[in-house]
């Protein structure tokens, strides 16, 4: 890990009011959805992940037969699909949709993939309005940040940042309490909603055999984004296609459970196309922006290609210890946790930030609450030898690997262990009264051992080794 | 080109073909309950009152009628074009808009209600829910806009959930271009996780079952 990563987490675990916010809201997020997938609630919590799993499996397995017959489904219903291969495609897209249609104003939904290709940025730089519309995403815009969360972005701001925040950038008397903030908010957006041209969202899910795209919320941002401006545009990873609507049945039980303890979100949205002549509102065009900026490559690794699974709950951040100490702004990309600590070295390369798959304690948590049953502490074990092996090609880490050669050599050779055992038992400094061994002499507290020592301590060597033990019990037993 | 592109790294990936026919889907999983009317009646509405929605029941249209009379007590409100709500007589109310066909009006008269007014084309038991399809006879946006929400549903409409639903309906795309499920009145936490409703959407709903 670089300075700069750890300078920022020392800080964040520095801030009292920041560890006590994240630790209060993944742990009340922890607790409803404990609720609502304990077996009295939801006995069939277990086979609908299996039949999550094994959906998710099955689509991306023939990913090029859905992708065309949700295109296809699309076109009958007077949409459009759009194929997009990164970011920089998709903001063209938007831009000349804009020009043609002399468009001015972006209204948006919440959306973790327009995050990651930094779709708002782009816009701007075409000279469009983009406002975020969902109330946390909004106020980690005007803040100029990233959201914090995958489901909750503002998790880190108080209501008295939130009062500061709109006070300065909307000119209104300070507010401190939610309820006026959000009506403040309402009256802003509305407004914006009202005169926006083009409504951008993300998706949940993209039902192959309907064209439709389904939409989870609980505000009605996304709603509206979807029914105010004359033109909807989704842009969605290509992995999110599912096979039938029927399929909802699985997942958006498991989805609403595992983000927010919902058995159901508020507003659940599925729609398949603009607006149809005998209904009377809704937008008049509709297209269907398909991304691919990566995940092609993940589509292509065997292994691995069950990181596309996720449905973005956010449930696995929520039970990370890493993340809950943390947050999510140290990780290197905008999805954190322990899904980022996947997904972000195979996006961007393992040498990018080679410590991410190593920030985690290999708990297990994450994949016993996955909704789809993604094996994230087995990735990560993965990425971390992919991790290893680059390094090595580019000569790196010579002397940590020379040390885990001679470890080896060590542990193949009992007797040469054993003495070993008993020089470091003798030459062993004094620990602290607990008898951990916290670092080394000052002499010797430099380079590689001060590295080491810096994240580790070393537990008292007992009086006597197990080989003596295991020896003197042998001629008990003889006697 | 980007689709062809795409398809050809998918196809790759993957060890496809062009044309080559998917492997069998894993059959879908949809598990319907017995439950008579009666109960599929109490659960709604348990549902809807833990999501701080209201519920009441009348005997008949008539009834449904003078109930929503006293509730909006003459404030402006839009009524969606469903034959029900005229069968309850609630679109010849004096303070009720309705009839609408023109989405610019429709939005206009939506933004100044303090009520929206809407059957519902399906309910769902086991969550609280509304089902919405847009058509001529329900608009979107009346469901959404106005502050508060009421919905008159026949109790026939209440399924036992999102199962039988799409068990029934398994193509709401041949329907309609949108299909909305209504759980609760709109709502947030995402300011410091405490709760505020009426966001964006009603921050207050009410179901009346006929």
């Known amino acids: 890990m ?42 069939d919590y277990q086979e609908l992940r299996t039949q999550a799993h094994r959906i998710k499996q099955h689509t991306l397995e023939n990913l090029d037969h859905y992708l065309e017959q949700f295109e296809s489904n699309l076109a009958a219903h007077g949409g459009q699909v759009v194929y997009a291969r990164d970011g920089g495609e998709v903001a063209d897209f938007l831009a000349e949709l804009a020009r043609q249609k002399q468009a001015r104003l972006v209204v948006k939904s919440k959306s973790m993939t327009t995050e990651e290709i930094e779709l708002n940025d782009r816009l701007e730089r075409h000279n469009l309005e983009v406002v975020e ?16 969360h995958i489901v909750a972005p503002a998790l880190h701001k108080t209501r008295y940042d939130v009062a500061e925040l709109f006070s300065r950038r909307l000119g209104v008397a300070h507010e401190t309490a939610p309820e006026k903030q959000t009506k403040i908010a309402r009256a802003v957006l509305r407004q914006k909603f009202l005169a926006a041209d083009i409504g951008v969202t993300g998706a949940n899910f993209l039902v192959a055999d309907s064209g439709a795209v389904v939409l989870v919320e609980n505000e009605g941002n996304v709603r509206l984004t979807t029914t105010a401006p004359r033109i909807h545009v989704t842009v969605a990873g290509i992995e999110k296609i599912i096979p039938r609507a029927q399929d909802l049945a699985v997942f958006l039980k498991l989805l609403g459970r595992s983000a927010t303890g919902q058995p159901l979100t ?96 290999l708990c297990g ?34 002397l940590e690997r020379l040390g885990f050669r001679i470890w080896a050599w060590v542990m193949r050779h009992p007797r040469i262990y054993e003495m070993l055992g008993l020089v470091g038992a003798a030459v062993m400094p004094e620990g602290e009264s607990s008898g951990w061994l916290r670092g080394v002499p000052a002499l010797l507290n430099r380079g590689p051992l001060r590295a080491w020592f810096s994240q580790r301590d070393l537990p008292p060597l007992p009086a006597r080794s197990f080989r003596q033990v295991w020896r003197a019990r042998a001629r008990v037993v003889q006697d | 080109m ?26 879908a ?47 402006p409100a839009v009524a969606s074009n469903a034959a029900f709500l005229r069968q309850c007589g609630i679109t010849s109310l004096p303070s009720v808009r309705t009839d609408f066909n023109d989405a610019g009006e429709l939005c206009a008269a939506c933004a100044s209600a303090e009520f929206g007014i809407t059957s519902a084309d399906y309910a769902l038991a086991d969550t609280g829910t509304l089902v919405m399809l847009s058509s001529l006879q329900e608009a979107r946006l009346i469901s959404l806009l106005p502050p508060v929400h009421l919905a008159i549903v026949p109790h026939g409409k209440i399924l036992t959930g999102l199962d039988e639903l799409l068990a029934g309906l398994p193509q709401p795309a041949g329907h309609s271009s949108s299909m909305v499920l209504i759980t609760g009145p709109s709502r947030t936490a995402d300011i410091e996780q405490i709760l505020v409703r009426g966001v964006h959407g009603p921050g207050e709903i009410h179901v009346i079952v006929v």
């Open chain 1, 2 to 43: 670089n300075g700069a990563y750890q300078q920022k987490i020392h800080q964040t675990l520095a801030d009292p009011r920041l560890q006590s916010a994240i630790y209060a809201a993944s742990g009340r997020l922890m607790d409803h959805r404990k609720h609502v997938v304990a077996a009295d609630a939801l006995p």
């Open chain 1, 133 to 148: 519309t969902d109330l946390g995403e909004y106020i980690v815009q005007l803040a100029g940040e990233r959201p914090y």
């Open chain 1, 266 to 361: 508020v507003y659940t949205s599925f729609l398949s196309g603009p607006r149809r002549v005998q209904e009377i509102d809704g937008p008049l065009e509709f297209y269907v922006v398909l991304l691919d900026n990566g995940r092609t490559r993940l589509l292509a690794d065997r292994d691995k290609r069950q990181s596309l699974y996720c449905i973005r709950c956010g449930a696995c951040l929520n039970y990370c210890p890493v993340y809950r100490k943390i947050g999510g702004h140290n990780y290197p990309w905008v999805y954190s946790g322990p899904i980022g600590a996947i997904i972000t070295p195979q996006y961007l390369g393992v040498s990018r930030d080679p410590w991410l798959p190593f920030a985690s304690s």
């Open chain 1, 365 to 398: 948590a994450c994949a016993e609450v996955c909704p789809v049953k993604i094996d994230i502490p087995e990735l990560l074990l993965e990425l971390r030898s992919e991790v290893k092996k680059a390094q090595a090609r580019e000569g790196q880490d010579r």
């Open chain 2, 2 to 27: 980007p689709r062809e592109h795409i398809l050809h790294k998918v196809r790759t990936a993957l060890g496809r073909r062009v044309g080559q026919p998917p492997a069998t889907a894993p059959p």
């Open chain 2, 29 to 75: 999983r949809l598990r319907i309950p017995e439950m008579d009317p009666e109960a599929r009646i109490a659960r709604f509405f348990q549902e809807i009152q833990k999501l701080a929605g209201r519920t009441s029941r009348v005997g008949s249209p008539a009834e449904a009628g003078a109930q929503v009379e006293a509730l909006i007590a003459g404030r």
